[in-house]
């Protein structure tokens, strides 16, 4: 895109939403394939061994080469990404023209706690992936539970202050319904595959049944799938919209993720 005079950057946003959405999908995808094709017999056994024909998360992207690198290597580098994001959407609710009246300071900080929890989710998803359980099973244990816990607070809280800001109503061609709708789906599919998920793990440990783990695998693919696609939203939020930095001669600083209109 041609630059202005004072503008270091401008990169049209949707490009940074394909980046998160792609890099992680891709990695799980990659991953559970190779999995299944080079080390099927080992990602598939189970501690009581019984029939099993799906690779857990852990075992499909931690235990075996190449697999654990490429989860590592694209799951990195879609890390730097989501902080962009983290801060591009808190921007984006806090400057609705639509905002509510009553109750601004609380709406302000709300908005920076959403920011902050999602940092941290992001940041223990980056600890997730470089901590596998077979290296350090505790730690790896705690990184999940405070990710997918993050993860699920922050869902529910962004897509509340997305109503509440007032930028449910403000996009133009009902693409801020649609943003919603998809929000409502892709949070209360985490929610439940999160719930599936723990049942049907216990179930699997108290009666090891064939085919539960299988189920199992299937829930957790499911919930890193739809916390991609929660994220994706902001395909919506941001339509036709640009990254821009920009940075003044005479003072020598930047204006931070400010969003222009492509035109």
């Known amino acids: 895109m041609a630059l202005g005079d004072e503008e270091v950057l401008s990169l049209p946003f949707r490009y940074i ?11 799980l995808f990659l991953c559970i394939l190779c999995a ?4 099927y017999e080992e990602a598939t056994t189970t501690h009581c061994g ?41 921007n984006f609710l806090l400057s609705s023209p639509l905002q509510p009246l009553q109750g601004t300071t609380m709406f302000k900080a709300l908005c920076k706690i959403a920011c902050g929890i999602h940092i941290i989710e992001n940041v223990f998803l980056l600890l997730l992936t470089a901590i596998s359980s077979n290296e350090n099973h505790d730690a790896h244990k705690v990184c999940f539970g405070i990710f997918g816990g993050a993860a699920l607070i922050y869902m529910i809280l962004s897509t509340w202050l997305y109503t509440h800001s007032g930028r449910r109503r403000a996009l133009s061609s009902n693409i801020g319904e649609k943003s919603f709708e998809y929000k409502c789906l892709a949070g209360g599919i985490s929610f439940m595959s999160m719930i599936l998920a723990g049942y ?29 696609a929660f994220h994706s939203t902001l395909y919506y939020d941001f339509h036709g919209k640009s990254l821009t930095i920009g940075a003044s001669s005479n003072s020598f600083q930047y204006t931070l993720l400010p969003m222009h209109k492509n035109t």
């Open 17 to 27: 939403v394909y980046a998160v959405a792609a890099l992680p999908s891709s990695a």
């Open 36 to 39: 299944l094709l080079l080390h």
């Open 50 to 90: 019984v029939e099993n024909w799906l690779p857990s998360v852990s075992a499909a992207v931690s235990s075996f080469a190449p697999e654990k690198y490429i989860w590592r290597v694209l799951v990195g580098l879609h890390g730097g990404p989501r902080f962009i994001l983290a801060f591009a959407n808190m």
């Open 200 to 228: 049907l793990y216990y179930r699997h440990n108290v009666y090891c049944e064939p085919g539960v783990y299988t189920l199992f695998a299937l829930a957790e693919y499911s919930i890193i799938l739809s916390n991609i």
